[in-house]
Structure formats: C-alpha cells, structure tokens
C-alpha cells in the first residue's frame, strides 16, 4: 500500500496571508519600490546610450562639447530622469517624467538630429523583472 499524507500549517499560511493583504492595502511602499526600479531603469539609459539605440554623436559635436556623452550636455535632462523628483504618483500608478518640451524634440529628432528616445521603453525582461520585485514584495516582503 502506498500512502501519501499532505500536512498544511494553517497557522503560517495564515500569518503570510495576513501579511500579503497587510502590504496590498498601501500601494505606497510597493510605488516606492518600482519608482526606484524606474530610477536605476533610466540611469541606466544614459549609461549605456539608450541601452544601445541611441545613435552616437557626430566627430563635431563630439569636439565642440569635449565629450561623447549622448544627451548630456549641462547634465539637467539627466539629472531630471534620474531623481526622485521626477517621480509622479497617481492613485496606484507611479510615473517617471520630464517636461515634455525637453525632451520632446530628442524623441522626435530635430535639425538634422536622430530621434534619440531619453526614456526608451524597457524590454520584456526588465518589465518581467519589475513584477518579480513587486511579487515579491507583495508575497514575501522583500524589498
């Protein structure tokens, strides 16, 4: 005879429960949470020139600003895409964002310059990993 026996501690499956609906109650620490990912998402942007789709700079431009640094030239659109300023909560949605006349013009390209997106949307594995941090937060805790 082959006997298989399930034991469920109802007592810890509750206590998680109880904490699961605790930390779903207040979007606050979880918008915290994917703000900073937004944060840490459009630094990297600009470390990596758009994560490899912004074009580079012209040798010229390159020679008149004394650097290769792709949408940086006195450090504020990058200063305001990559602060807590700029992070906008509404409801159970957070947003990260710039004056659109700024950067509107970089997303469009303008006299002669490529379109350059400063906020290019995230691939499919950063956005899976976005939810992982938030399921894990909601499930476990984490932070």
């Given at each position: 005879?082959?006997?298989?026996e399930?034991?469920?501690?109802?007592?810890?499956?509750?206590?998680?429960l109880?904490?699961?609906?605790?930390?779903?109650?207040?979007?606050?620490?979880?918008?915290?949470?994917?703000?900073?990912?937004?944060l840490?998402?459009?630094?990297?942007?600009?470390?990596?020139?758009?994560?490899?789709?912004?074009?580079?700079?012209?040798?010229?431009?390159?020679?008149?600003?004394?650097?290769?640094?792709?949408?940086?030239?006195?450090?504020?659109?990058?200063?305001?895409?990559?602060?807590?300023?700029?992070l906008?909560?509404?409801g159970?949605?957070?947003?990260?964002?710039?004056?659109?006349?700024?950067?509107?013009?970089?997303?469009?390209?303008?006299?002669?310059?490529?379109?350059?997106?400063?906020?290019?949307?995230?691939?499919?594995?950063?956005?899976?990993?976005?939810?992982?941090?938030?399921?894990?937060?909601?499930?476990?805790?984490?932070r």
């Open positions: 005879m082959v006997k298989l399930v034991f469920v501690d109802a007592v810890s499956a509750a206590r998680r109880d904490g699961m609906v605790r930390r779903s109650s207040d979007a606050t620490p979880l918008l915290q949470i994917l703000g900073d990912e937004l840490e998402y459009a630094a990297g942007a600009f470390a990596t020139r758009g994560y490899g789709q912004w074009a580079t700079l012209d040798p010229a431009t390159v020679r008149a600003k004394g650097n290769g640094r792709v949408l940086v030239d006195n450090g504020g659109l990058l200063a305001d895409l990559t602060s807590r300023g700029s906008r909560r509404s159970e949605t957070v947003t990260l964002s710039t004056d659109e006349t700024s950067a509107g013009y970089l997303k469009r390209g303008a006299r002669g310059m490529p379109q350059r997106n400063p906020t290019p949307p995230p691939p499919s594995p950063v956005v899976n990993g976005w939810a992982r941090e938030a399921l894990g937060f909601l499930v476990e805790g984490r």
